[in-house]
């Protein structure tokens, strides 16, 4: 019966698991790497902070009810492309693309969907750049491609989000029209935000490049 098939799936899926936090894991190494590599060629970290999750088995198979998928590991692997979720906080707007650019130039990462919800916001406001991504995890037996969403956004943006998805949350996705309008207006003011940051980080570099410039000239002479 349903029942005991759901058990059967749900226990199943509990070892299947063990795949994605690999992924995951070979995920946050090369993040790191980026993030030290280009720390030490620029000295800055375009990268605030990273968090990462892994979909409980529960919520995977809320989600193959929502999508009507099958209620197996096959149709999980192939349509279910968020059980690993990364999100990467940036400081800048730039440093998004920046960052989004070196993980997509990596030749082992096959580059699925990218979603520019920063060039193409939600109704609501929402902004990130999602990027659906499918790497290979070299086991002892056998190489499996893995797929793995990776959110990255900006300090405000995620300001935004998080609040926003509380909200959501808090009123069981009805929230009242007035609440909606007051959220898109906020989304507005952390855009306005990000832009002032991003104008004033280009001011202090160029300051930075011809203070260099004239040390060099200083230098040569
Ligand atoms: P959680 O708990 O964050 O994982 P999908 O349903 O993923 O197959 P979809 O809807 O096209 O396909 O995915 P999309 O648009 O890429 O969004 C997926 C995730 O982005 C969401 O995951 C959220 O994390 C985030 N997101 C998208 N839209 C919004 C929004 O309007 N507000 C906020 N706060 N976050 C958003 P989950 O699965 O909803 O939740």
Not at 48 to 66: D, G, M, N, T
Request: proline letters at 2%.
């Amino acid at each position: 019966n349903q029942l005991q098939q759901l058990k059967q799936v749900r226990n199943e899926l509990t070892r299947f698991m063990i795949t994605y936090k690999f992924g995951l894991d070979e995920m946050n190494t090369k993040l790191n790497i980026l993030k030290e590599e280009f720390q030490h060629i620029h000295s800055y970290n375009p990268i605030e902070h990273i968090k990462s999750r892994i979909k409980s088995p529960e919520s995977i198979l809320k989600k193959v009810y929502r999508k009507n998928l099958d209620i197996s590991m096959d149709a999980i692997r192939e349509n279910i492309k968020d059980i690993v979720g990364i999100r990467i906080v940036c400081s800048f707007i730039s440093d998004i693309y920046k960052v989004s650019e070196m993980i997509q130039n990596q030749q082992d990462i096959t580059v699925v969907e990218v979603k520019d919800y920063i060039k193409h916001p939600k109704s609501n406001g929402y902004k990130s750049l999602h990027l659906i991504l499918s790497i290979p995890v070299f086991m002892s037996d056998r190489t499996e491609q893995v797929y793995i969403e990776i959110q990255i956004r900006s300090v405000a943006m995620d300001f935004w989000a998080s609040l926003e998805h509380k909200i959501y949350y808090k009123y069981n996705g009805e929230v009242p029209q007035q609440l909606i309008t007051e959220l898109t207006e906020a989304a507005n003011v952390a855009n306005k935000l990000d832009s002032k940051m991003e104008k004033l980080n280009n001011e202090v570099n160029n300051i930075k490049s011809k203070a260099a410039e004239n040390e060099d000239i200083h230098f040569l002479q």
